[in-house]
């Protein structure tokens, strides 16, 4: 590229002044944007740099914010330094700090600064790229930069926009969310698009309507019981039937379900066209396994999706491909470099082999959008479901470059490496149990015994605030999920969090008293929306108690929902309302139907709780514990959906019939190698602990930043000395 060329433009564009048409009013005019903007990225990079000083959780009631903002917006211009003193004393209390190398919940959401820089450029360019015309060089670095990416990740030849031979190639999509449902509209077009053919209905415009219709309704997708509630939001929205297809002890999809499922939904007369793959699922990083669902999808003429949301950053390494063997019987696959990969969020790569199944589905031509070189160069207003386009490309474009492939794959192994010893950790604790093998970051682990004790554990852990991690249920177990999510993480910070952990395991052991694991309990099935459902993160927020959300991050109920799965419960629980406990209760009750609000699943989930533990054993809901006999003849009697099995094997005798699993032959770095130290062993960590529950103290928190953060350095202990980040 001609430098000079571009720092001769850049001069241009200093020495033009441009004046807003406003320019009478008292906005922020150029220069105090120039001075303001390099406080802010000054401070913003000491904010990054001091991460580790912050609580990673906020301390806040719902409604914080009000009693600290006037509920009308100024009549007058406020002075801009007004506006920047509010950060920190209105947001950054109710922050929760994504970045800090303390945070292990959800999945990393990482940003570097080549990314930052790249949106400030981007944002103040502001192009809105729905077509080449509308900005060309937006479509073509995104076409470009999706080449590059899918060279990384090893993609088949026909996924590129640079293969003539194929329709195939890239697009930015916002979120992963967005691209399964992309894609089951893709592939729902082109499925109705085939029976009207069959059917020879072309062009006879009211047979035509009506066979599309029908086809329609007769439509039926599938995903594996694992996977993230954004496919069951795509399927909803998309007006398509999802069946969820049971997982294996691996939490694989069984290919023999899969098969099991489409024959019988072919007999009752639907139309089986979809199925959506996980590669890298929310609740345990498992994998489905495509070189099985391939050959399925192929044989019935389904659309193959792979949603990789996290793990698809990992295939650039070639030792992680493992797990995307059978790639080249998809469709479409998607992941997130939003997520690991460093580039800050929105960006979500998607890839379809065909892109012609997008246009079908989403070509509206108006005239003021057509443009000279309509049809000959890629309009991605064709290819989402929005007009308008970010220019998103420039921040991938940059990271790639920043950090070359090579630092990226170090960054991936450096998580992955950290994530192994954390497992070691947990392993040399007999309290805890990891019930899920731990792929790439994610471990999972849990307390032994009763789900309500590791339930307790992570709402104590949460509530300090030190450090965050969220829940998930595997198949009726409830487990801690602790990813190695921020480049900042080093092993004395996993030490560190460790130690935390393991005391505030103590803390609960020693409060648990004799007997109380007889009480009654809620199965985690009861406590779900869509029982069949197995991927549930169930939010742990400190001040807040954990609740159950299928797979995403936040569900609302409004009032009637509320209202409607109360009674449902109610019923379920032979309860008479009149019975339950206390005026307390039915005050809430009528509370929140007088409000005429939305309320969150944890409003309706207290209520639900209070009342099934005020229920005794009277209203037919057992009192058991897990891994009893009484257990197990419940489930005999077929009584206990799976997801609600209580045993300490994770999986239900039903599902161990297992796929051929994507482990076989896997060759990653596992816990090979990987000791409880190179530079930590019991003892230190017995310190650790000790510390910890003072770890509050500055000496503390001093030593362990001073340890990873020194000064502004330019190090990263992911990347090594060269790379420009943080
Ligand atoms: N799919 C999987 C496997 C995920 O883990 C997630 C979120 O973590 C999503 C989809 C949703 O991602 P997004 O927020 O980009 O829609």
């Not at 004046?19 to 904010?47: H, Q």
């Not at 990482?110 to 790249?118: E, G, K, T, V």
């Not at 491909?321 to 939003?338: D, K, L, V, Y």
């Not at 019930?435 to 789900?451: D, I, T």
């Amino acid at each position: 590229m001609p430098r000079a060329r571009c720092s001769d433009e850049l001069s241009t564009m200093h020495s033009k002044t441009t004046k807003p048409n406003s320019a009478e009013l008292p906005v922020m005019d150029s220069e105090e944007y120039r001075k303001w903007g390099k406080r802010i990225v000054d401070e913003m990079s000491t904010y990054i740099t001091n991460i580790r000083e912050r609580r990673v959780l906020p301390d806040v009631k719902p409604g914080y914010m009000r009693a600290l903002v006037p509920d009308h917006a100024p009549e007058d211009p406020e002075p801009f330094t007004n506006l920047y003193s509010d950060l920190e004393d209105v947001i950054m209390p109710g922050m929760m700090h994504w970045q800090s190398p303390h945070n292990h919940a959800y999945f990393p959401a990482l940003h570097s600064y080549p990314s930052l820089l790249a949106d400030m450029v981007a944002n103040a360019i502001n192009c809105i790229g729905f077509t080449w015309a509308s900005s060309p060089a937006a479509t073509e670095l995104e076409m470009i930069v999706m080449d590059w990416l899918a060279k990384m990740i090893d993609l088949p030849e026909h996924f590129l926009h640079s293969n003539k031979e194929s329709h195939g190639g890239g697009v930015i999509q916002t979120t992963a969310s967005e691209a399964t449902f992309v894609s089951v509209l893709a592939a729902r077009t082109e499925a109705i698009g085939k029976v009207l053919v069959e059917l020879g209905v072309i062009g006879d415009q009211a047979r035509e309507e009506q066979a599309r219709y029908d086809t329609f309704s007769r439509l039926v997708a599938y995903c594996s019981n694992q996977a993230h509630s954004s496919v069951e939001k795509a399927g909803l929205i998309g007006f398509v039937r999802l069946r969820l297809v049971d997982s294996d002890e691996n939490l694989s999809m069984r290919p023999d379900e899969l098969v099991r499922l489409i024959e019988e939904d072919r007999k009752e007369g639907y139309i089986p066209f979809y199925v959506c793959a996980t590669l890298g699922t929310t609740g345990s990083c498992s994998f489905d396994n495509l070189e099985e669902i391939g050959p399925i999808c192929k044989e019935n003429d389904m659309w193959l999706h792979v949603d990789a949301a996290y793990a698809g950053a990992a295939f650039i390494c070639p030792e992680f491909r493992t797990f995307m063997r059978g790639i080249e019987w998809t469709h479409s696959i998607a992941f997130n470099p939003s997520k690991w990969l460093m580039v800050h969020f929105d960006c979500t790569a998607m890839w379809v082999k065909d892109s012609q199944a997008l246009h079908r589905s989403f070509n509206v031509d108006p005239i003021y959008l057509q443009h000279e070189n309509t049809g000959l160069a890629i309009d991605f207003m064709h290819w989402q479901v929005g007009l308008s386009k970010r220019f998103r490309a420039l921040k991938l474009w940059w990271v790639i470059r920043s950090f070359g492939v090579k630092g990226l794959q170090k960054h991936i192994r450096e998580s992955v490496r950290l994530a192994a010893k954390f497992e070691a950790f947990v392993r040399s604790d007999p309290r805890f149990e990891i019930p899920a093998v731990r792929h790439l970051g994610l471990v999972v682990f849990r307390l032994k015994g009763e789900n309500e004790l590791t339930e307790k554990l992570l709402k104590k852990m949460n509530s300090e605030g030190k450090v965050h991690c969220v829940p998930a249920s595997l198949k009726g177990k409830y487990v801690i999920r602790f990813t190695v999510t921020s480049q900042y993480t080093t092993v004395e910070d996993l030490t560190r969090d460790w130690s935390i952990i393991r005391t505030t395991a103590s803390e609960i052991l020693s409060q648990t008293p004799a007997g109380e694991e007889h009480r009654t309990r809620v199965f985690l099935k009861d406590t779900r929306k869509n029982p069949d459902f197995g991927t549930s993160l169930l939010l742990a927020n400190s001040p807040m108690s954990p609740k159950i959300v299928n797979g995403s991050f936040a569900a609302i109920f409004d009032n009637s929902d509320v209202l409607f799965e109360f009674a449902k419960k109610l019923q379920q629980l032979k309860l008479d309302v009149q019975d339950s406990p206390g005026k307390a209760m039915r005050r809430r009750i009528k509370g929140m139907l007088m409000a005429g609000k939305q309320y969150s699943l944890d409003s309706r989930m207290d209520l639900v709780t209070t009342l099934v533990s005020s229920a005794k054993t009277a209203n037919g809901m057992p009192t058991m514990r897990e891994n009893s006999m009484e257990a197990q003849e419940y489930y005999e009697r077929g009584e206990m959906l799976d997801s609600a099995v209580q045993t300490d094997d994770m999986c239900s005798p039903r599902s161990r019939r297992r796929s051929k699993s994507v482990d076989d032959g896997i060759s990653v770095p596992d816990l090979k190698g990987v000791t409880l130290d190179d530079s930590i062993n019991e003892a230190d960590l017995e310190e650790e602990c000790s510390s910890s529950s003072s770890s509050s103290s500055p000496e503390a928190e001093t030593r362990h930043s001073t340890r990873q953060m020194n000064g502004r350095s330019n190090s990263c202990h992911q990347c090594g000395a060269t790379i420009p980040t943080m």
